[in-house]
């Protein structure tokens, strides 16, 4: 256990400083050297612009795209996303609405007819999709 497992290095062999610079020596230093500075009665021309040819710009393209008005019922109309002019496909869904006629149902003693508001159209929503591609177009709230 004679040997030591790291050899010792002498700082001065090494030429290895001590000590990192002080504070002062640090914010003395620049470390990007500066422009020199110019007279100030030195003039400086401005740029010159040639005239080159102005393009003609374009208007922009403005899509318009009319909304029908869906209903409850299938309605033909042009898809956005296909083109097309087809008749819609229509499938009801529940929505927070039917929940909540259910739970008054529930709340009055009518839990057997709790069932009626998912069983009815009226009491839900309709969803339109296109018949040729199934992207959805819109959606009746009742």
Known sequence: MGKKMYPQINNKQANLVDAPPSYEQTINQHPYPTAP???????I?????TQQPQQQQQPPIILVQ?????????CVLVCPSCHQQQKTK???????KTHIFAGILCFLGFC??????YCMDT??????YCSNCNAYIGMYKK
């Open 123 to 128: 009491c839900r929503n309709t969803n339109h």
């Open 37 to 43: 500075t110019a007279p100030s009665t030195a003039f």
């Open 45 to 49: 021309q401005p740029p010159i612009h």
């Open 66 to 74: 009319t909304l029908h008005p869906l209903g409850p019922r299938p």
């Open 112 to 117: 057997c007819c709790a069932c009626l508001p």
């Open 90 to 96: 229509v499938r009801n869904e529940s929505s927070i």
